[in-house]
């Protein structure tokens, strides 16, 4: 009798976590007093210091025989005025309205791996960027995957109109395909140049206990829609990243190069971006972090340019959910490059800037 | 004994459900890879082939004596690109964010019927559109209810400021009645036409057993802030559709005529849609459905237009709520008409255009 | 054995509502059909007669000592037409979509009080706009804390960037203080006016059993994104309310004092604005309210000018959730003073306009 009862309550409960289940409502709401000294200083409210703010509609339903059906709906939100956050690739409109611009895609998946459709970060991004142990947010955030913020050549880390295959687990291998159709519909129609915006590319992985290694390749055919106009470009870029956990401490390190072609007179902008990052536990509940990056730019008839960016981090986590954060983050720049923590504030004698930031961060 | 524990349980669980249930947060996420030719091809990720993809929160409250209170919000969204679809009709401006442009109401029922308050689909259009055996979504959806898409004299499926009587069932009858406030403060100020954007309208069915019959009705004033300037057009239009299920197989059928008198003058644009459809389960979880649909199209002052449409669908419903599936879609025009299946692709020899499109819809 | 089961049943349900627990999806749909008579007369149906509609997400974590954090996401809409209402001060640009703009906070919370980052309603506007029987919303709606609508006066209801304090309650006494950072980069890169758009409020309160009282205190400081070009102005005020229930009515008074003083010249906008409100329960479920406003407007370089308000409503109670009500206002100017119920609709004789509103409103 006591199992039958059991059971009874059992159903009813999940009875009422079913009707419930099949949306989870997750985000993060992160924000940080910020303040940056370069030419000039500016202190603020920024949203993301830690994690980026979020508002996301997720679910997975089991359809039997090993099959799965998931989506998932996810949109940036600036936590610090409200806004939404909906703009985030030079193919997508800009807003300051919710709209799920960091993820929206719909999936199956079973023995065979997943096929997933719609718009997300790519797999070349995902093999490699997690190895930055500022999780690409922040003043910390390792500039390595956006070309170091170089104008025009600036990487798609989330690509629309993708189609993504997800493979198996092999022993900690797994491979990532994406194809994005090249939706511009003037380069299509006018058979031009059918791969205009198209984008292909692939992350491989390997995952075993402490040891994680990471390869990125992609290549992206831009067309009218980016704004460069005539002289369209494609960009080709690989990355290679591993780290290696310790157990005191876990130590990361990545390479990205991007090179893009110019359509007219075939001049390529080049960028090499070299990270270094170790992160270590701090008694039962804290983390301190630190990564050094190397940006090296090489426009198109313009001489070599570079770049030095450390930053430092403790993370306090207060549960699982909720942590108060610490950052500080130094660039150097050489050679007349202008890479910059805050694109707001113009560099200390054209050279250099320092930025701290200290943040709330809740998940839910 | 055993009672009380599980009414106790059951206490517990319906605590928790109660607490929960004031909202539910459903949605669908549905995205097919598309093809189209004609005068050239594309190809590309569309949202929606096979139900419109939407995130909505809804509600309803007992209230005591068979009164209960209902909220109903819902937004479109393109999950091929994690936009929001905020605009839907000539009086809604676009943004590619989050809005509730799909429903958004307040309502009362009880034994009286319901009254409801907001924006949503019209009674009109419900009456009849329901035959179409596409859902009015993807590239089979019959044009019959947007007047083929005839510029200017583009029904309106959904309008804001509406006031809805919902009729109790008779025996299988059911009238809806919508009256939309004509909103437009220059007109109404200016006492020259207080009926500007004003719309009236009315749905008339009956449903029994294997029998389903529909009539709309509907009236819209349409003013200054409909682009079509100085020379502002009313516009009437009924329809009158039903469906029979024979089970192995459901025949449907509707037509549509409309009619947009213009303010000058007094000519006619005139539009009449024929529809015929029919659907047949297959095995267990398959759905195979085509329809054929003719528009004939009779803009003052030009010769009549003609367009022919016909579509053959299959979906195979892996569970209630997610599902795979197929649409090939083929129009052709005659007399100079210009109806597409894609606005984005010319017509071949200006006439013909085809259409597939392959994908997953998940509804949660 | 009893205990056990029961223990059980309570757990596995604690267990679902703990996985639901860390989002609660609320909101508010609030629609009315709305009549204004001035000049010429508008008939439409508005949103928000007597709660603003919005949608919101929030959620409380329990860390344990007694130390909780708390998130709130929360977006204004029109639910007559299912747009977002994402502007709502001079800071914030507009859109037709969906924003956080009505609340986006992040706090911690134990024996000191809490500290909340982000964007809300502030202080000093809470301490006393609380005392307006018709909630800041509708037609009845006071003005006296929107400084009567005088332009470029319109006081910040709700501010971005802002650190708020919230001490706890000593004795009914509780005080609240928020800085909001002047961020227009411009100005404070420029060193010219750091304190460009800066806020710094506070609201004292005292709530012991049938006694209400508080006091708004606040600053702003109006930079180059204010929209007022070269001559800027800062904008000081404070205000003082109370409110004593007697059981058979409550009643409640409130008076607020504005200055914007011009940066060139020194020239002063004054407004002061007076109001007295009551409300009275009838029966068990409704609640009859008036309200008398005095708006007194004394522009640099012009003549003082006066508008009165009158309002009068009625809210009857279906539930805690739902609730219909109508409401009456009556405003008239004097002296030149264009202050108005609809800003759409013009002044009869240039002083006069009647507005009424019906509708129903549901909370989620």
Known sequence: ??????????????????????????????????????????????????????????????????????????????????????????????????????????????????????????????????????????????????????????????????????????????????YGFGEDKDAQTAKSSNSASRYMGAGLTYDNGPLSLGLGLERRNDGANTGVGANAFD??????????????????????????????????????GYYVGVSAPVGAAGEVKASYNRYEINEAGAAKQKADQFALGYVHNMSKRTAVYGTYAYIKNKDGANVRLSSDVALKDGEKQHAVQVGIRHAF
Chains 1, 2, 3 share one sequence.
Do not use: C
Not at 240 to 263: C, H, I, P, T, W
């Open 1 to 178: 009798m006591k199992k039958s009862l059991i059971a009874l309550a059992a159903v009813a409960v999940s009875g009422a976590a079913f009707a419930q289940s099949s949306v989870t409502v997750f985000g993060v709401v992160d924000t940080a007093v910020s303040y940056v000294n370069g030419q000039d200083n500016w202190s603020g409210l920024n949203s993301g210091g830690n994690q980026t703010s979020r508002l996301g509609f997720r679910g997975v339903e089991d359809l039997g025989g090993g099959l799965k059906a998931n989506f998932w709906l996810e949109a940036g939100i600036l936590a610090d005025n409200g806004s939404g956050k909906s703009g985030y690739s030079a193919n997508e409109t800009s807003s300051d309205a919710l709209a799920f611009k960091r993820r929206a895609t719909v999936g199956l998946s079973g023995n065979f791996g997943e096929v997933r459709m719609g718009r997300e970060l790519t797999a070349a991004y995902n093999a490699t960027s997690r190895y930055d142990v500022f999780g690409q947010v922040g003043y910390g955030a390792s500039k390595v995957w956006t070309d170091a913020g170089v104008n025009g050549d600036s990487t798609t880390q989330r690509v629309s109109n993708m189609v993504t295959y997800l493979s198996p687990d092999f022993s900690g291998f797994r491979a990532n395909v994406n």
């Open 235 to 272: 960009v080709n870029a690989w990355s290679l990243g591993g780290s290696y956990n310790f157990g005191v401490a876990k130590l990361a390190a990545a390479y990205r190069n991007s090179e893009a072609k110019y359509s007219i007179g075939g001049d390529k902008d080049k960028t090499k």
